[in-house]
């Protein structure tokens, strides 16, 4: 069993709830970004970016390879998963990049440091998305851009429907919504925009998804989510709120088994996406 | 009232259920298509293509358009539709295209007519969708492409969560069942195609969004759904089934109104997308 190992203590190894995160890039998981970006690198290549909820940083990292000649810093609430970020960037040759820890809610930068601020799956955690989004545009420059991606639960499509995965859907978002977060995260986002003081005018809302369906990807994704099932932080969090037993975690675990192996499986989901130019 | 207005009593005018289908396009709801036809076009400017289930043929038309030397049939099983979308065709100025009637069952055509075979929104709607999808290989080359792209209405997100489109939901989820449909089309859609007789390594599977959240989005997408609400088959259809009153509807068609008034208002969903190379 591997449930102490936290990822501070391997930072050249993902945490098991990191596995799949750690496939996100810029490229997969801020496309809505990425033209924006570009053309205000044209302008300045020494752009900043802050990349909040960074995590294992590979969203970071990403960016960083496509700003050279600018500064990217990755700020996450969680000061164990820190090394892990640096790692990966150290693995990347990735220098123009820092990871701090810190809180959405409270970010340690005087107002209108970055030219770009940037969420990923942060504001669907979190109880007040709004005072987020507030104050990421505090942090903002005057012509700079926050964005955010946030994904929809509601919309996870799994086929096929074995009885379990179902189990596993209602699992994931009771978690979050005992986590204080919001399930429905992709369609609430403008609305939470709104509500941070942002003007309908200033925003480009958009959607995209994320997939699994080829033999390699079933597989990664069924480890991904049989390790956060039999070890590691979400299976803790999960006993603690009384969402389930060790056996249910087991038997889910199997199923996800079961639909890595056919070839009519798949899984996924729609993301909202925001651009609020400041 | 124009309820006894059919689509071919008035060529030029969408009927009330299609001013939401004509803003269908090549670019908007076939994309995962194009880069192939765009190949394909390379080495045979002279392809051919079969649009099944056609509606009133804004998509069959922009493919015409996009294969200016080739042909593009669309066909569809109600006969009242070709009318209108033989003036869309005239109106777009495009030649190259012809519309019949005829049955996805039972297309009126010979095995291995056509290079590219193409359907969207019809699958979902359809009983036996793998017999439907096993029709369009038949009449497809070899070497040729058979694509679809059909919606997850179980997928569909509507900010805000007013009651009564919560109801509207509901009702439309029972129309398609109700007349056979399937509405997790685009979960469904690769283990359809692999039921049709196709083999996993022939199929790219991606999904996509279709989306409305601008003002001028929003008036048009509130005023094709009141429309359906208020005049026209889909009325008629859910009256039939019993799945609601005429005052249920308008106080659904009043919700829709009010959506389209409110600036953190969007309605987004998920679609499932498949290229099968035969």
Request: proline fraction near 5%; hydrophobic fraction near 40%; include cysteine.
């Amino acid at each position: 069993m591997e449930q102490d190992q936290t990822p501070s203590e391997k930072p050249g190894h993902p945490p098991a709830q990191a596995i799949l995160h750690e496939l996100r890039t810029a490229e997969n998981s801020a496309a809505h970004l990425l033209p924006k970006l570009q053309s205000m690198k044209e302008s300045n290549p020494h752009l900043t970016l802050l990349d909040v909820g960074a995590g294992s940083g590979t969203i970071s990292v990403s960016f960083a390879k496509l700003i050279p000649d600018g500064h990217v810093t990755g700020i996450d609430l969680n000061p164990n998963i820190l090394p892990r970020a640096r790692a990966v960037a150290e693995m990347a040759g990735v220098k123009n990049i820092e990871f701090l820890q810190g809180t959405v809610y409270n970010l340690p930068f005087a107002d209108e440091t970055f030219d770009v601020t940037f969420c990923h799956q942060v504001l669907i955690h979190i109880g007040t998305p709004w005072d987020a989004l507030r104050e990421m545009l505090r942090v903002t420059k005057r012509g700079g851009i926050v964005a955010a991606r946030e994904g929809d639960y509601e919309t996870e499509c799994v086929w096929p429907e074995l009885p379990k995965l179902r189990c596993f859907h209602q699992l994931m978002a009771g978690l979050m919504s005992a986590g204080g977060g919001t399930p429905t995260a992709g369609r609430e986002l403008l609305s939470w925009a709104l509500k941070a003081g942002a003007e309908r005018r200033q925003i480009e809302l958009s959607y995209s998804t994320s997939s699994y369906h080829t033999t390699s990807e079933r597989k990664v994704c069924s480890q991904g989510l049989c390790d956060q099932l039999r070890v590691g932080s979400l299976r803790e969090k999960a006993l603690k709120f009384g969402l389930g037993t060790e056996n249910d975690f087991e038997e889910m675990a199997k199923a996800w088994e079961e639909w890595a192996k056919r070839d009519d499986a798949c899984l996924a989901m729609l993301h909202g996406e925001i651009l609020v130019q400041k």
